[in-house]
């Protein structure tokens, strides 16, 4: 295979996300056998089936604007992927006519409306409720738009997609001292400032929370989803990719299909290069029965959920026939 093609089948590194802590993980979706079977591997269809409960009908993301969610999981030995809490959370559009893709972080800690159990809890809890499905369906409430598909990562392949790139140069924006994905404790130290990190180091980095606030937290993790892509997708890490493709193995799951993983290359090769409009939901902390959540603030949360319906494009009736069409929510739920 040439550079060139190379270079054109890479895109699928750009779903490098992990969600896990906020950071990345990814796809390799080259056409080969290789590639196809871990595709295959990967594939876990949601109980709601391809549809949307909030679509007319399926989307198509060769023509259509679609949603992705991406959900980091700590599923290490000592929690079950089923029940293990969803430790990053980041919902993305792409618009199908410009070619641009949105990006809101979702504070882990926030408080929402859980359908799987009828109340108000963190939203991570809601992967450990009821896995992904429930983590879907709570995220399709919380912002009013449809989750069309999902990348459900963990942190194994966080850290080892890092390492098959070669690690990633990041400016540390503070001393920390960390666990490492082993949970052993004070594992990780880095000094502020530019350094070279390996998988754990940026893992590390993505998961700390006692430096800075959430809403901080949740921009570090979508600047280093974009580093990795950025440095996956150099010369370097173009000689590696079995062995992203082995670091993906086992360690993610998806309902998009490999067919739908290729409908996404545009989006990674225009002429500006890949880039991110990220977003922040606003917030601050409160406590509601000696239990501390993140209170998101209404006005934010509006206005996140204005530009993510904005940019799918089901803002107006007249798309109602469409299919990006929008299936709106008549029900009432009085504990929302």
Request: hydrophobic residues 35%; glycine residues 6%.
């Amino acid at each position: 295979m040439s550079r060139k093609k190379m270079k054109y089948v890479i895109w699928a590194l750009a779903f490098v996300l992990l969600s896990g802590v906020g950071a990345a993980a990814g796809y390799a979706a080259y056409i080969t056998d290789k590639v196809k079977q871990t595709a295959t591997d990967s594939h876990q269809a949601l109980d709601r089936g391809e549809k949307s409960d909030k679509r007319v009908k399926v989307v198509n993301p060769a023509k259509d604007h679609t949603s992705v969610l991406f959900v980091g999981i700590d599923d290490s030995e000592q929690r079950t992927s089923e029940h293990a809490r969803s430790d990053a959370l980041v919902l993305a559009t792409f618009n199908d006519d410009e070619k641009s893709i949105k990006m809101v972080s979702i504070p882990r800690d926030s408080y929402t409306y859980i359908p799987e159990v009828g109340y108000k809890d963190k939203i991570t809890h809601a992967h450990a409720f009821g896995g992904i499905d429930a983590t879907v369906e709570t995220v399709e409430r919380m912002f009013n738009v449809p989750v069309d598909y999902y990348v459900r990562l963990n942190f194994n392949s966080f850290v080892e997609v890092v390492n098959s790139i070669g690690g990633i140069t990041y400016n540390v924006p503070f001393d920390i001292k960390e666990q490492n994905s082993k949970d052993q404790s004070g594992a990780i130290e880095l000094k502020k400032g530019y350094q070279h990190l390996n998988g754990e180091e940026a893992l590390a980095l993505a998961r700390t929370r006692k430096y800075d606030s959430d809403l901080a937290r949740g921009q570090r993790q979508m600047d280093l989803i974009q580093e990795i892509i950025r440095q996956a997708m150099s010369e370097n890490a173009i000689g590696n990719f079995s062995g992203i493709i082995d670091s993906i193995n086992n360690n993610l799951k998806t309902n998009l299909s490999f067919d739908e993983m290729i409908s996404y290359k545009d989006y990674f090769l225009t002429k500006e290069g890949l880039s991110f409009n990220k977003m922040q939901i606003k917030g601050e902390g409160m406590r509601k029965n000696g239990v501390w959540y993140y209170n998101v603030q209404e006005d934010s949360l509006l206005t996140a959920q204005q530009q993510l319906r904005t940019h799918l494009d089901i803002e107006s009736p007249e798309n109602q026939g469409n299919m990006n069409s929008f299936a709106e929510d008549d029900e009432q739920d009085s504990s929302m």
